[in-house]
């Protein structure tokens, strides 16, 4: 499995406390078959000041104590950026990073509030070339009013992400529910960690792989937690959701 979103670089964000914390989430992530996992720590001025040349390099540390560690898994540059004014800009100049330096980058909302113009400005970022993958939109409060927009998003263009303990009851009832009918309805691209520590919040993948492989097939999980992951780092289009998974998805964008 490839993971495209964790709190795994240490001390930089609400994520991993120190490197000891990292290395437990790294071996984690392993064990439960993860290959691939990208640092995409929080961007969200003035709280987390991070920029692409900090976490590019925090990663390069991470990957030597990893080495060091004999802890096979590969990481990839990335980040969870929250919409700001300047967003377009930092992501052409390399100050915001995409995933793996590839048109896709994560982007995260206010969780309990519809930011103004969210419409425009996806349309404005695809419009640049870039492809925004909206984080959690099961877990947005806003979501119990504005289901339609979020459906709106994925039918433009915007990559939708849920986390992975959202769809095994992680995050409580509500929120299972919302990932289960965003699922039901083939609107979802990606399922990611989200990972921020080594309990309640770690890099396993593994429960949701099974729980989705149980109601929606082994194609399902396997597009969403390997195939499309694999073509956001390889900068391709993302599969067609298929109304059967038993069917082979053109591809789309």
Known sequence: MIDLHSHI????????RNLDDSLLMAKTAVATG???LACTPHIKP???????????????FLRSQLELADIPLELVVGADIHINHDLLDGLK?????????SRYFLFEPDHNVLPPGMERF??????????????H?????????????????EEMGVALQITASSITGGFGRRVQQWSMRML??????????????????????????????????????????LENPQRILQD??????????????PQKH
Do not use: M
Request: proline share 6%; charged share 15%.
């Open 9 to 16: 670089l240490p001390g930089i964000d609400d994520g991993a």
């Open 34 to 36: 993860t290959t691939v």
């Open 46 to 60: 003035p709280t987390y000041l991070n920029n692409g040349p900090a976490i590019d390099a925090a990663v390069n």
């Open 93 to 101: 100049t390399g100050r915001l990073p995409t995933i793996n330096g």
């Open 122 to 135: 996806c349309a404005s970022i695809l419009a640049a070339g870039f492809i925004p993958v909206l984080t």
């Open 137 to 153: 939109p099961e877990r947005l409060v806003w979501i119990e009013r504005h289901y339609d927009l979020v459906c709106h998003l």
């Open 184 to 225: 039901g309805e083939n609107r979802v691209d990606i399922i990611a960690s989200d990972a921020h520590n080594n309990t309640n919040r770690s890099t396993s993948l593994s429960d949701a792989w099974t729980l989705v492989e149980e109601q929606f097939g082994s194609a399902c999980a396997n597009q969403l937690l």
């Open 236 to 249: 391709q289009p993302l599969l067609e959701k298929a109304r059967d998974w038993n069917t082979v998805a």
